[in-house]
């Protein structure tokens, strides 16, 4: 991997470090401790989830039990700006020890040079590490990261209102339209340019589940026609008033909590966080019933910042972390995700969420939601990409033309 200057999006990110510093207080990197202890700072979105941050918080507090020299305290950053505001610490030299990204940024922050190496921290071969998401954590034979969490995309469905889900696209509409009445809706998904990130993931599942790729591996394939064919089934969606338009995912999430949304595409780590606002929802897992059995994964990798005076202090609590007891534990917290290693799902978890097998079996067929041959520079395709669909969205462009725009832009831009 070639190490360029990563091209931030400093105004943005400028705006959304105003909203979280407090939430970064004491985020950087300035090689704090008192007493001969290291007191290092861990940023993940996933601290601030309803359902999974208390207990993420909890785990973190027995490794600080564990340890006498190093302490190791959460940073929530919102997700809707997560990834922006810490590239933009880290590009300045600072920002937090330890840090869970989403590929996107992992890519862009590995291609910058903003990621310690862990070849010499970590030995990884002495861990029973994932195959398939593993491979992603490493460039031209570089260990960048190790996996936190890895998270299949399915259909979450509420039970209750569909006893029977979907298994074809068509059927996926028409249930939709069904349950779309008074205050409930049958579907939501993120459709707002507010919500880049989150749009991206959404629209992944369509493009691939459509038989179609953002690249061929060297060249840009945005304006496909499967493409096309998958973002006018997104936006067929949008267009039948099916979904609470203009709700974010906070909000929607909430409304399916409540019973008030029959279905969401959703990744494993939704399982937790639904059952945090409401254990009693009656709700299960199908696969997303699009044509191709393709779609995406979260893979979020922890990783220490190059700018920490404190590396080997931040490893220490790394390899606590992949030691199998604490993996177990990190799994039961996540919920239906995947963590570093080979873990076995006891009886027990598995009677009380049987569906997890649905998430464990779509493994092969998942992909991380990055630009494939243009990894480092998927957030500035994914923002390309977002505008123009939102664009088609709002009618300000047809969708065709629109993706044709994306096309050029993004191929411009790559260069």
Not at 31 to 44: E, M, R
Not at 223 to 234: D, I, R, T, V
Not at 296 to 317: C, M, R, Y
Not at 343 to 370: G, H, N, W, Y
């Amino acid at each position: 991997m070639n190490k360029r200057p990563l091209r931030l999006r400093v105004a943005g990110a400028a705006c959304a470090l105003g909203m979280v510093a407090a939430l970064l207080t004491g985020c950087g990197s300035d090689g704090g401790s008192s007493d001969g202890v290291a007191k290092l700072t861990f940023a993940a979105s996933t601290f601030g989830d309803p359902g999974r941050g208390p207990q993420l918080t909890a785990w973190l507090d027995e490794f600080n039990k564990s340890q006498d020299k190093v302490q190791v305290s959460a940073a929530a950053v919102p997700y809707p700006t997560f990834g922006q505001t810490v590239l933009t610490q880290m590009g300045s030299g600072k920002g937090p020890d330890l840090v869970r990204f989403d590929m996107p940024e992992f890519e862009a922050a590995a291609d910058a040079g903003l990621i310690a190496p862990l070849d010499k921290l970590i030995d990884a071969g002495k861990y029973d590490l994932l195959k398939q998401p593993d491979q992603f954590m490493v460039h031209d034979g570089v260990r960048h990261g190790i996996i936190f969490e890895a998270s299949n995309y399915a259909m979450f469905y509420n039970a209750d209102l569909i006893p029977t889900p979907p298994t074809t696209y068509e059927q996926f509409t028409a249930t939709a339209k069904s349950l779309t009445k008074g205050d409930v809706f049958g579907l939501a998904f993120r459709q707002t340019e507010a919500e880049e990130a989150g749009v991206w993931q959404d629209i992944f599942n369509y493009v691939y589940g459509f038989g179609g790729a953002w690249s061929d591996g060297k060249n840009l394939t945005i304006n496909s026609p499967e493409n096309l064919k998958g973002l006018q089934a997104y936006k067929d969606l949008y267009d039948a008033n099916v979904i609470p338009r203009g709700a974010d995912a906070a909000t929607f999430r909430r409304m399916f909590a409540e019973g008030k949304v029959g279905m969401e595409l959703n990744n494993g780590g939704y399982v937790t966080a639904t059952r945090g606002q409401n254990a009693q929802l009656n709700f299960n897992v199908a696969p997303i019933p699009f044509p191709v059995r393709k779609q995406g994964a979260i893979l979020a990798p922890i990783v220490i910042n190059e700018a920490s005076p404190a590396k080997d202090e931040a490893a220490t609590f790394i390899k606590w972390a992949l030691e199998p007891q604490n993996q177990v534990k990190l799994q039961e917290i996540l919920g239906a995700s995947s963590v570093a290693t080979t873990t076995q799902r006891s009886a027990a978890t598995l009677e009380k969420t049987p569906f997890l097998t649905v998430f464990d079996e779509l493994t092969d067929t998942s992909l991380p939601q990055i630009v494939l041959g243009f990894e480092a520079k998927t957030p500035d395709i994914r923002k390309v990409v977002v505008q123009n669909v939102i664009a088609a969205l709002q009618g300000k462009a047809d969708l065709k033309s629109a993706l044709d725009r994306a096309q050029q832009q993004a191929t411009e831009l790559v260069g």
